[in-house]
């Protein structure tokens, strides 16, 4: 039988609690790494079940604990906030919920003292700003794991200073602005003695007029659409009476309870507008904080799963490019889907001396002719799947993946055999693998050793700043969504294929790696291996001298785009 939310909820508080007190134990610190991943995992969890509940945590302040404990509970709803406003996935969201979780892990007491306005001492200051070294050593302890975790703390600082008084310094990781954008709001709306703290709509505003950083106020405007216009837990005023909004229904009903009558809560439905003040205020009533959200009265939240990308993974697997269709067939499989239908109408219109687009699907189908329709199809299928799967640096690697399918494209354009689309397809679907399964180790480095390999070439994730990944996990799914393609293996046996074994086919796209690398890390000279299959395959392709090759390359205007 499923526990109920206030016992959820009572666990989590206390967990947290009991985690942070553990900082005291050294003994304890190399089994803290498990102790996080949990932790994490229940506040993702919980908030996807019962955002209600949670989101109260940011009004009641739990006159139990320390003003530290309330800030750090405060600081990991505001990320799962974040994070399902984004809808990332579970693994993004966990890492970012435990890095809120140990940001202060080495200063809850200096926190306790910066609430109440009483200065630190020589040895406290020195603590306080090394905060984020202190707490990544400790985590260290658990071993190579908690490194994503480490690698946020060691910018954290700088990314603060710059969402809030450095505006000149530029901010290329969307993650670790999403968590420093957390811990500013909770550093703002936290309920400290003096009362300097500020409700969270204001907090919101006032960081959004500040901060120049486009992520940041996109993370800010999507977090208000997902809170909505009131906050639970806070106070309003109904027919001259005070009470606490907790929730909105599906008609849009406020549900409202008043606790004025310790013995007893009195509950109201009501449509209405309401003014509440969402300032993070003193609630000594446990069943503000913890058994109201069991009543019948405020409905779980149900959480409808994504399904455009499982739509669009069974449409991509409806599409065979062995398989020459009729318009009746395509028409079938394609119309239901009329963002597809528009986005094909674009991409056929390379294949028109106008460069115009099609009017409609039986338009598109004309021009490119049927036997080459379903890579194309499929081509703009696998673009909506990259596009519509959300990670903080999404736009990056849909930039990067369009750099490699342009190359690739100018690669193999005097080369009459090959359809290009055929060809870049397994690009699609390799970032579609990286995105969902390498979500946490995604970034902007270029992972080439300085000294070439001379077993392997160049992995493709190495482009996308993973240093590692699991080549069987990776061989399945690729072979998985495209299975009548070729060049998927030839893609895959090209990264895992020693250099001496490679065929024609593996050194295309050994040749597109290079020129990759020739793009967007030109401070990295190429080895003699890369320059002779880059210089082979360029013949194999039809191009009668490199010159020119190299000459309309520049004119793609690619680069290393930040």
Known sequence: MDEPVSVKLNKLFENTHLFLASYNNKKQWQTLYPVICKLAEQYRLLYNEHPFALQAQLTLFNTKNDFATNLIISQCVLTAALCK??????????????????????????????????????????????????????????????????????????YKQALVSTPKIMLYDGGITLVALANIIAMNITYNTPKKHIDLYKALADLYIRTPNLFAQKLIKSLIAHIGPLLPGSRVIYFERAMVYLATDSEQRHVLVNTENKDKMTWHRVKASLNDNAKQWLCTDSKLHLSVWNSEHITRRTNKLTTESLTLLDLISRIKLQHEYSYKGLSQIILPHPQIVNSLCEAVKPYNKEHQPAKDLKHSLSMVGYFNAPAIIQRVVFEQLVYVTPHPLQAFILNRLDCLVKIMSLLVSHNKQFQFEHITLPLYAYTHFLLTQCSTRLSRKILIDETPNKTLSIPFYAFFGVNLLNNEQLNVQLKQLLSDNPWTAALLEAEQTPKKQLNSHHKLWVALKTLAQYVFKPELALSPWQQQTLSDQLTAQGWKDKHSFYQQLQELNLSNTI
């Open 85 to 158: 406003s984004q809808k990332y996935n579970e693994e993004l969201s966990e890492l970012y919920i435990s890095t809120a979780l140990v940001e202060h892990l080495c200063v809850c007491q200096e926190l306790n003292k910066l609430s109440e306005q009483v200065s630190f001492n020589e040895n406290e200051k020195r603590t306080w700003k090394l905060r984020h070294q202190l707490a990544g050593k400790i985590i260290l302890t658990g071993g190579e794991p908690v490194k994503p975790i480490t690698q946020i703390l060691a910018k954290l600082n700088k």
